[in-house]
């Protein structure tokens, strides 16, 4: 009898206990099982005025405030875009000194967009959220996807190139895969930031067109089907109001077109009023520069503009508290999708895969621009003595070029690299050539490289010449570096010609030693007025943790060469829309984007202007045969007039008229490699003028020698719109248009007619 009701109140004390554990009775912002809405409501339900005003700008140079009273968290940031910044003090830019805070580096985001690599964007989005993970960071301010207008753009290796089409399939996965990390994204600088110079300073005039043609797409992809967490506010101005707070971007395109839900955080001093501030569509200040803030007082943040000024207006009456609620619901949705997410994994640090991983996206990303004769790849049976010039194959880049600067555990240098793959198969000699950049300090972290050289610029390229004469094959590594007016934050660069005497030098290494390849690293188009001087010549960007095994993978044949340009090398500047219309002008007040669409290759088409290296140009060190494209259809039937049902049927009626393009590329050579298919379409009559043709598809095909395989472009009515500036909507016209299968923008195998019925 006792037994039996001991076994009962034990059964009802477990029943007790279960029930307890499945069902949660504390407050609902804290419920992992609450809908995310209602805990955001929840919290700020509870939270005071002062409390809410905390939140939304910054406590650090890098974290904000949570609320310590409810147990909500700080929230960390962290750049970005290609690897996880060192940890800097708490109000200074330098770094802390800590001694585990070494990440490694990927290639910058010109060398992703190089890849043509959708898979590619997915690993490096994988490996870099993994290493924001461990490092407790919430926020990547990074990937970057302002457009490349002009080649002296300062910033432009952190970017993914000139073609809106490329940079929205290219950033789509990097922003997946970090967020599944529960790290956000911050997609920057939202918008119109392609210039460095005055970049606080200068008013953008664009036309409609271009603005939603050429400069949001990448942002909307990223924000509407990378289903980003957060976007960083631009420096410079639109329509004279700040891009951090701006009411046409943020609200009424941003948060209204595009209904955004997640948080606008400025750039680091990107906000300079607070009634701006709290109408404009901004969320989450940082980085501004009150005379506190320098000085490291314990109040600076207090005088953010969204800080005390914002409090002293709510507490007056002057303005809202639901616009205030609004931001914080934002602000607190970020914190619950990343530092408040019970789900989020460990990530890694410095991991082999991470490494193997820089040093995958550097192999795919590396252009082969030029290969006559037999320079490459380098035969070690044959090349017993290889000379390598130049200052970019001893000097680290992972240090410098402004807030994308690291601290890498290690940098694998080009020279080390080709070192490694060589061994004993043939001495290497190395000659200087030409001194660019001594300085190897950026925030207090240093390279530890001593560069000085006290040669004249005569006896640099004297040594090398003579070198290059006893050789029997020359690798020049040069281009342009992370210093000021080079590719650096901050500053742009001054002409389109290499720095250095460098053009001096590689025309004298051409005549002293006929095997010679050129390599630059850049982040840039450079001019090269010895061209026809060089039988090869590689574009290898700033490779990263991995740069000297990645370039040595490809210039010793390990790696098939198979990445392509994402913009267009011109000759001169004046081949440039920008430049030849005077859209860069001296003094950087109010820039007229006067080329509108024709930026990069819309320009050489349109002008019929031979570029030097064109868009999507890239060659391989095996060959490939295209056969020719059969199209699945002869038209697409437009969906516009009839009544469309619903988004969703409107989506599947178009995709189900779409064309589908398709060949067989076949290897042909004697190495595995991949080729790279193209489609542009062109509108051959429209009530607008549009650029002669556009990228709308691609595929990269891996073939091993003699395979074949089946390459499959498909296009459907929403690639034949343009932006209509009257209507304010996307439009297409019925009519003739073609379809351009090509190798690159200016390679064009097949063109095929069809009609928008
Ligand atoms: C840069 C941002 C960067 C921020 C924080 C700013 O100067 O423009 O890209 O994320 O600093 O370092």
Redesign the pocket.
């Known amino acids: 009898m006792i037994k039996k009701a001991l076994t009962l109140i034990s059964a009802v004390v477990l029943a007790m206990a279960c029930q307890q554990t499945v069902k949660y009775s504390g407050p609902t912002y804290l419920d992992q099982n609450a809908p995310l809405e209602d805990r955001i409501q929840d919290a700020i339900s509870r939270m005071t005025l002062e409390e809410k005003v905390a939140v939304i700008h910054a406590q650090s140079k ?1 974290s904000s405030a949570g609320v310590p009273r409810l147990g909500i968290p700080e929230l960390w940031c962290t ?2 875009p290609h690897g996880i ?1 060192a940890e800097v003090l708490w109000d200074e830019w330098s770094q802390a000194g800590w001694t585990n805070d070494s990440c490694v580096a990927y290639p910058a985001l010109t060398a992703l967009a190089a890849s043509w690599n959708p898979e590619i964007s997915a690993l490096y989005g994988k490996s870099i959220g993994e290493e924001a993970r461990y490092r407790e960071k919430d926020v990547l ?2 990937p ?1 996807v302002n457009i490349y207008r002009t080649p002296l753009g300062g910033r432009n290796f952190e970017y993914m190139g000139e073609d809106p089409y490329l940079a929205s399939k290219m950033v789509v996965p990097y922003v997946q895969e970090v967020q599944k990390n529960g790290v956000a994204v911050c997609v ?2 939202f918008c119109l930031n392609n210039m460095e110079e005055n970049r606080h300073g200068y008013d953008v005039v664009v036309s409609d067109r271009a603005l939603y043609e050429i400069y949001l797409p990448a942002f909307k992809a990223a924000v509407l089907e990378g289903g980003a967490w957060s976007i ?1 506010g631009a ?1 410079n101005l639109y329509k004279g109001q700040h891009l951090c707070t701006n009411q046409y971007i943020l609200n009424d395109i941003l948060k209204g077109e595009w209904a955004f839900d997640g948080a606008v955080i400025s ?3 990107g906000v300079h009023d607070t009634d701006e501030a709290i109408t404009n569509g901004m969320d989450l200040e ?2 501004t520069w009150t005379d506190g803030l320098t000085m490291g007082k314990t109040n600076a943040y207090d005088n953010y503009f969204l800080a005390q000024p914002y409090l002293a207006k709510l507490r007056a009456g002057e303005t809202s508290e639901d616009i205030l609620n609004e931001k914080v619901a934002r602000v607190l949705r970020l914190m619950m999708r990343t530092a408040m997410n019970p789900d989020k994994p460990f990530g890694a640090l410095c991991s082999d895969e991470h490494i193997a991983a820089a040093r995958k996206i550097g192999d795919e990303s590396i252009v082969l621009l030029k290969n006559d004769g037999d320079v490459l790849p380098v035969d070690l049976a044959s090349t017993k003595k290889l000379l390598v010039v130049g200052e970019n194959a001893v000097k680290m880049m992972t240090v410098g070029g ?3 600067s690291l601290k890498v555990k290690h940098e694998v240098l080009p020279l080390e690299g080709i070192k490694a793959r060589v061994g004993d198969a043939a001495e290497v000699i190395f000659e200087r050539g030409y001194i660019g950049d001594v300085g190897g300090t950026f925030d207090g972290v240093t390279t530890g490289q001593d560069l000085r050289d006290a040669r004249s610029e005569e006896q640099l390229i004297a040594d090398a010449v003579a070198a290059a004469k006893e050789a029997d094959a020359v690798i020049f590594i040069g281009g342009l570096n992370k210093a000021d007016h080079q590719d650096c ?1 901050g500053t742009d660069r001054r002409e389109l010609g290499l720095p250095y005497a460098q053009d001096k030098l590689i025309a004298a290494l051409a005549e002293a030693n006929e095997k010679l390849a050129v390599v630059i690293i850049s982040g840039n188009a450079v001019a090269m007025p010895w061209v026809e001087q060089v039988p090869a010549i590689v574009e290898s960007w700033y490779g990263g943790s991995q740069a000297g095994n990645s370039l040595a993978d490809v210039l010793f044949g390990d790696v098939n060469p198979s990445g392509h340009l994402p913009f267009t090398f011109p000759v001169s500047l004046d081949d440039t829309g920008v430049h030849s219309l005077g859209g860069y002008p001296e003094e950087m007040k109010t820039v007229e984007y006067k080329e509108g669409l024709l930026v990069g290759y819309r320009w050489a088409d349109t002008k019929n202007v031979k570029p030097l290296f064109a868009f999507g140009h890239g060659l391989s060190y095996t060959t490939f045969e295209w056969s020719e494209a059969k199209a699945s259809a002869t038209s697409i039937k437009s969906v516009q007039s009839e009544v469309a049902t619903s988004v969703e049927a409107e989506k599947a009626a178009k995709k189900s008229s779409a064309i589908t393009f398709k060949l067989t590329v076949k290897n042909t050579g004697k190495r595995a490699g991949a080729e790279l298919v193209q489609l542009y379409v062109s509108d051959t009559e429209c009530s607008v003028e549009r650029p002669q043709k556009e990228l709308k598809a691609f595929q990269k095909v891996y073939l091993q020698p003699g395979e074949s395989k089946v390459v499959e472009l498909s296009i459907c009515e929403d690639d034949l719109r343009f932006f209509d500036e009257t209507k304010h909507a996307w439009v297409s016209e019925k009519g003739e248009f073609n379809a351009i299968i090509a190798a690159s923008a200016s390679d064009i195998r097949q063109t095929i007619p069809f009609t928008l019925k």
């Open positions: 890098f750049d970005g910044r301010l990074g970057g920057k600088h960083m420096y750039d680091w001093g940082f980085g402004g807030s994308s934050e």
